[in-house]
């Protein structure tokens, strides 16, 4: 059985730094776009960044220039590095990967339970 399990979230004050940290484990064939996405209380969730296993990286306009989004292609970890924090930033952080799991035939969407991010002074 396939989780995607995140680390990393907290309670920041404005212009901090928090480095996020998602592991996917279990019976993994291969992994393509791994990512994050967020949602604010009353609000959708939304893109956040996401990585190819190529390192092609993609930013929401809100947060580039500000977050960093990186990859371990043998660790299966994704990780998320957001600086300069403001308050809206403030979410339930989700990392996503688009995998395959051994013996499966097609590649499916797989999410975390989420990690908090509260920044605030």
């Known amino acids: 059985q396939v989780q995607l399990v995140e680390s990393g979230g907290g309670l920041v004050q404005p212009g901090g730094s928090l480095r996020l940290s998602c592991a996917a484990s279990?019976?993994?064939?291969?992994?393509?776009?791994m990512g994050w996405y967020r949602q604010a209380p009353g609000n959708q969730r939304e893109l956040v960044a996401t990585?190819?296993?190529?390192?092609?990286?993609n930013y929401a306009d809100a947060v580039k220039g500000r977050f960093t989004i990186s990859r371990d292609n043998a660790k299966n970890t994704v990780y998320l590095q957001m600086n300069s924090l403001k308050p809206e930033d403030t979410a339930v952080y989700y990392c996503y990967a688009d995998l395959i799991p051994f013996g499966s035939v097609r590649f499916d969407d797989y999410w975390g339970r989420g990690t908090q991010v509260t920044v605030s002074s």
């Open positions: 990585i190819t296993g190529g390192g092609s990286a």
């Open positions: 279990g019976s993994i064939g291969a992994i393509r776009t």
